[in-house]
């Protein structure tokens, strides 16, 4: 993911806009920081793939 695709991301959530992607699209979150926590924007949030949820498989959960 390139890093204006990461800063554009961790703006919207830094100014409480809504930051969500689809089918392969959660791969661009995974490197954004939340700037208050310092911590990925997906810590402790559940993330899943379109075949995961195909496939009925679990929601995995990201702790960093």
């Known amino acids: 993911v390139s890093s204006e695709v990461k800063k554009t991301i ?3 959530f830094s ?3 809504v930051v ?4 392969h699209g959660p ?3 995974v490197n954004a920081i939340d700037a208050t926590t ?3 924007l997906v810590s402790g949030k559940k993330v ?3 075949e995961e949820k195909k496939l ?3 929601k995995r959960r990201i702790n960093n």
């Open 27 to 29: 791969a661009a979150l």
């Open 10 to 12: 961790e703006t919207l």
């Open 20 to 23: 969500a992607a689809v089918c």
């Open 56 to 58: 009925n498989k679990p």
């Open 48 to 50: 899943f793939t379109v």
């Open 38 to 40: 310092k911590k990925p």
């Open 15 to 17: 100014t409480n806009r």
